[in-house]
Protein backbone atom coordinates (compact mmCIF):
# COMPACT_ATOMS: atom_id res chain seq x y z
CA UNK A 1 0.00 0.00 0.00
CA UNK A 2 0.79 3.41 -0.58
CA UNK A 3 -0.03 6.78 1.46
CA UNK A 4 0.96 10.59 0.92
CA UNK A 5 1.34 13.18 3.61
CA UNK A 6 2.18 16.84 2.65
CA UNK A 7 2.55 18.49 5.78
CA UNK A 8 1.17 22.29 5.43
CA UNK A 9 -1.84 22.82 3.36
CA UNK A 10 -0.58 26.45 2.96
CA UNK A 11 2.33 28.17 2.93
CA UNK A 12 3.15 31.73 2.42
CA UNK A 13 7.01 33.02 1.71
CA UNK A 14 8.19 36.42 0.13
CA UNK A 15 9.36 37.23 -3.23
CA UNK A 16 12.75 35.91 -3.18
CA UNK A 17 12.59 33.51 -0.07
CA UNK A 18 13.51 30.21 -0.02
CA UNK A 19 10.67 27.76 -1.10
CA UNK A 20 10.16 24.52 1.23
CA UNK A 21 6.92 22.25 0.84
CA UNK A 22 7.26 19.20 2.91
CA UNK A 23 6.15 15.42 1.71
CA UNK A 24 6.19 12.27 3.04
CA UNK A 25 5.17 9.25 1.62
CA UNK A 26 4.62 5.64 2.65
CA UNK A 27 5.14 2.51 -0.05
CA UNK A 28 5.86 -1.27 0.59
CA UNK A 29 7.78 -1.12 -3.05
CA UNK A 30 10.37 1.15 -4.21
CA UNK A 31 8.35 4.41 -4.74
CA UNK A 32 8.27 6.65 -7.87
CA UNK A 33 7.60 9.79 -6.40
CA UNK A 34 6.14 13.02 -8.25
CA UNK A 35 5.55 17.04 -7.65
CA UNK A 36 3.15 18.38 -9.82
CA UNK A 37 1.94 21.62 -9.80
CA UNK A 38 -1.76 23.44 -10.71
CA UNK A 39 -2.62 26.99 -11.68
CA UNK A 40 -6.13 27.58 -10.94
CA UNK A 41 -8.73 26.27 -13.25
CA UNK A 42 -5.74 24.37 -14.62
CA UNK A 43 -4.63 20.69 -15.04
CA UNK A 44 -1.63 19.13 -13.46
CA UNK A 45 1.98 19.91 -14.72
CA UNK A 46 4.92 17.80 -13.80
CA UNK A 47 7.33 19.65 -11.74
CA UNK A 48 9.81 16.65 -11.58
CA UNK A 49 10.02 13.17 -10.69
CA UNK A 50 11.94 10.56 -8.86
CA UNK A 51 12.52 7.07 -10.47
CA UNK A 52 15.81 5.52 -9.94
CA UNK A 53 19.34 7.05 -9.86
CA UNK A 54 20.65 9.93 -8.74
CA UNK A 55 18.28 11.38 -5.33
CA UNK A 56 18.48 15.00 -6.15
CA UNK A 57 16.14 15.82 -8.93
CA UNK A 58 15.99 18.76 -10.75
CA UNK A 59 12.73 20.16 -12.22
CA UNK A 60 11.70 22.99 -14.37
CA UNK A 61 11.08 26.33 -13.16
CA UNK A 62 14.02 26.18 -10.83
CA UNK A 63 12.48 23.53 -8.69
CA UNK A 64 14.41 20.53 -7.47
CA UNK A 65 13.69 17.87 -4.89
CA UNK A 66 15.76 15.33 -2.92
CA UNK A 67 14.73 11.81 -2.17
CA UNK A 68 15.92 10.72 1.18
CA UNK A 69 14.89 7.07 1.93
CA UNK A 70 15.89 6.86 5.51
CA UNK A 71 12.53 9.44 6.55
CA UNK A 72 10.79 8.47 3.55
CA UNK A 73 11.08 12.18 2.32
CA UNK A 74 10.53 14.35 -0.72
CA UNK A 75 10.49 17.63 -0.23
CA UNK A 76 10.04 20.26 -2.95
CA UNK A 77 12.57 23.24 -2.73
CA UNK A 78 13.17 25.97 -4.75
CA UNK A 79 16.00 28.34 -3.50
CA UNK A 80 14.38 32.21 -4.87
CA UNK A 81 10.10 32.54 -4.61
CA UNK A 82 8.89 34.08 -7.44
CA UNK A 83 5.34 35.25 -7.78
CA UNK A 84 4.19 33.32 -10.87
CA UNK A 85 5.42 30.16 -7.91
CA UNK A 86 2.05 30.78 -6.30
CA UNK A 87 -0.01 28.03 -6.87
CA UNK A 88 -1.04 24.49 -5.38
CA UNK A 89 1.27 21.85 -5.65
CA UNK A 90 0.68 17.94 -5.26
CA UNK A 91 2.93 15.32 -4.30
CA UNK A 92 2.33 11.96 -5.52
CA UNK A 93 3.42 8.57 -5.27
CA UNK A 94 3.75 5.48 -7.75
CA UNK A 95 5.83 2.63 -8.54
CA UNK A 96 5.98 -1.37 -8.30
CA UNK A 97 3.31 -2.89 -10.65
CA UNK A 98 1.00 -0.84 -9.72
CA UNK A 99 0.25 2.22 -12.47
CA UNK A 100 -1.64 4.34 -10.32
CA UNK A 101 -0.39 7.63 -8.50
CA UNK A 102 -1.45 8.36 -4.84
CA UNK A 103 -1.67 12.04 -4.44
CA UNK A 104 -1.22 13.74 -1.33
CA UNK A 105 -3.92 16.73 -0.27
CA UNK A 106 -1.65 19.73 -2.20
CA UNK A 107 -0.36 22.63 -0.61
CA UNK A 108 -0.68 26.17 -1.48
CA UNK A 109 1.69 28.32 -2.24
CA UNK A 110 1.48 32.05 -1.56
CA UNK A 111 4.42 34.51 -2.92
CA UNK A 112 4.46 37.83 -0.63
CA UNK A 113 5.50 40.86 -2.52
CA UNK B 1 1.56 17.43 -30.82
CA UNK B 2 -1.65 18.21 -29.09
CA UNK B 3 -1.67 17.22 -24.95
CA UNK B 4 -4.69 15.53 -23.29
CA UNK B 5 -7.92 17.21 -24.48
CA UNK B 6 -11.34 17.32 -22.52
CA UNK B 7 -14.36 18.97 -22.94
CA UNK B 8 -16.26 20.52 -21.69
CA UNK B 9 -14.10 22.42 -19.28
CA UNK B 10 -16.95 23.56 -17.21
CA UNK B 11 -19.86 21.29 -16.98
CA UNK B 12 -23.57 22.51 -15.23
CA UNK B 13 -25.88 19.87 -14.12
CA UNK B 14 -29.32 19.10 -12.14
CA UNK B 15 -30.06 16.64 -10.15
CA UNK B 16 -30.93 13.49 -11.54
CA UNK B 17 -29.72 14.25 -15.39
CA UNK B 18 -26.75 13.03 -16.62
CA UNK B 19 -23.34 14.27 -17.18
CA UNK B 20 -21.19 12.78 -20.16
CA UNK B 21 -17.05 13.89 -20.18
CA UNK B 22 -14.95 13.64 -22.73
CA UNK B 23 -11.06 12.66 -22.88
CA UNK B 24 -9.05 12.56 -26.05
CA UNK B 25 -5.21 11.19 -25.08
CA UNK B 26 -2.26 12.26 -26.38
CA UNK B 27 -1.23 11.25 -29.99
CA UNK B 28 0.14 7.69 -29.30
CA UNK B 29 -1.03 6.83 -25.81
CA UNK B 30 -3.35 4.16 -25.68
CA UNK B 31 -4.31 4.31 -21.88
CA UNK B 32 -6.08 6.31 -20.16
CA UNK B 33 -7.09 7.30 -16.43
CA UNK B 34 -9.86 9.12 -14.86
CA UNK B 35 -9.07 10.96 -11.78
CA UNK B 36 -11.60 12.89 -9.75
CA UNK B 37 -10.58 15.77 -7.04
CA UNK B 38 -13.15 17.31 -4.52
CA UNK B 39 -12.71 20.89 -3.38
CA UNK B 40 -9.54 21.27 -1.31
CA UNK B 41 -8.56 17.52 -2.22
CA UNK B 42 -5.84 15.85 -3.96
CA UNK B 43 -6.67 13.94 -6.93
CA UNK B 44 -8.48 10.08 -6.61
CA UNK B 45 -7.79 7.61 -9.03
CA UNK B 46 -11.25 6.08 -10.39
CA UNK B 47 -10.30 3.52 -13.44
CA UNK B 48 -7.77 3.02 -16.12
CA UNK B 49 -8.80 1.78 -19.26
CA UNK B 50 -6.78 0.61 -22.45
CA UNK B 51 -8.58 0.98 -25.82
CA UNK B 52 -12.39 -1.40 -25.42
CA UNK B 53 -10.50 -2.34 -21.81
CA UNK B 54 -11.63 -1.65 -18.26
CA UNK B 55 -8.55 -2.31 -16.52
CA UNK B 56 -8.99 -1.11 -13.18
CA UNK B 57 -12.10 0.42 -12.04
CA UNK B 58 -11.63 0.05 -8.48
CA UNK B 59 -11.51 3.89 -7.69
CA UNK B 60 -15.31 4.49 -9.10
CA UNK B 61 -18.65 4.51 -7.10
CA UNK B 62 -20.60 1.43 -7.58
CA UNK B 63 -23.37 3.42 -8.75
CA UNK B 64 -23.99 5.44 -11.68
CA UNK B 65 -20.40 5.83 -12.98
CA UNK B 66 -19.04 4.26 -15.77
CA UNK B 67 -16.43 4.82 -18.35
CA UNK B 68 -15.44 3.28 -21.71
CA UNK B 69 -12.55 3.94 -24.34
CA UNK B 70 -13.84 2.80 -27.41
CA UNK B 71 -11.43 1.58 -30.60
CA UNK B 72 -12.46 4.84 -32.21
CA UNK B 73 -12.96 8.35 -30.67
CA UNK B 74 -12.79 9.51 -26.79
CA UNK B 75 -12.50 8.10 -23.29
CA UNK B 76 -15.77 8.65 -22.15
CA UNK B 77 -16.85 9.21 -18.19
CA UNK B 78 -20.20 9.08 -17.65
CA UNK B 79 -22.20 9.97 -14.44
CA UNK B 80 -26.06 9.22 -14.33
CA UNK B 81 -28.77 11.16 -12.27
CA UNK B 82 -26.39 13.53 -10.91
CA UNK B 83 -25.93 14.20 -7.37
CA UNK B 84 -24.52 17.52 -5.71
CA UNK B 85 -21.67 15.46 -4.42
CA UNK B 86 -20.46 14.62 -7.71
CA UNK B 87 -19.59 18.28 -7.89
CA UNK B 88 -15.92 18.18 -8.63
CA UNK B 89 -13.34 18.35 -11.33
CA UNK B 90 -12.40 15.44 -13.26
CA UNK B 91 -9.25 14.83 -14.71
CA UNK B 92 -8.35 12.69 -17.46
CA UNK B 93 -4.73 11.76 -17.54
CA UNK B 94 -2.85 9.19 -20.57
CA UNK B 95 0.32 7.32 -20.87
CA UNK B 96 2.12 5.62 -24.10
CA UNK B 97 1.98 1.71 -24.91
CA UNK B 98 4.22 0.03 -22.81
CA UNK B 99 1.64 -0.32 -19.88
CA UNK B 100 4.38 0.79 -17.17
CA UNK B 101 4.30 4.59 -18.44
CA UNK B 102 1.67 5.63 -16.03
CA UNK B 103 4.42 5.48 -13.35
CA UNK B 104 6.59 8.02 -15.46
CA UNK B 105 5.16 9.66 -18.19
CA UNK B 106 1.53 11.19 -16.81
CA UNK B 107 0.12 13.58 -18.90
CA UNK B 108 -2.59 15.37 -17.57
CA UNK B 109 -5.92 17.13 -19.41
CA UNK B 110 -7.02 20.80 -17.56
CA UNK B 111 -9.76 18.58 -16.31
CA UNK B 112 -13.85 19.15 -16.64
CA UNK B 113 -15.30 20.89 -13.65
CA UNK B 114 -18.85 19.30 -13.37
CA UNK B 115 -21.18 21.63 -10.79
CA UNK B 116 -24.62 19.80 -10.27
CA UNK B 117 -26.98 22.53 -8.79
Known amino acids: AQSVTQLGSHVSVSEGALVLLRCNYS??????LFWYVQYPNQGLQLLLK??????LVKGINGFEAEFKKSETSFHLTKPSAHMSDAAEYFC???????????FGSGTRLLVRP | NAGVMQNPRHLVRRRGQEARLRCSPM?????VYWYRQLPEEGLKFMVY????????ESGMPKERFSAEFPKEGPSILRIQQVVRGDSAAYFC???????????????FGQGTRLTVV
Open chain 1, 27 to 32: SSVPPY
Open chain 1, 92 to 102: AVGGGSSYKLI
Open chain 2, 27 to 31: KGHSH
Open chain 1, 50 to 55: YTTGAT
Open chain 2, 49 to 56: LQKENIID
Open chain 2, 93 to 107: ASSPLDGTGMNTEAF
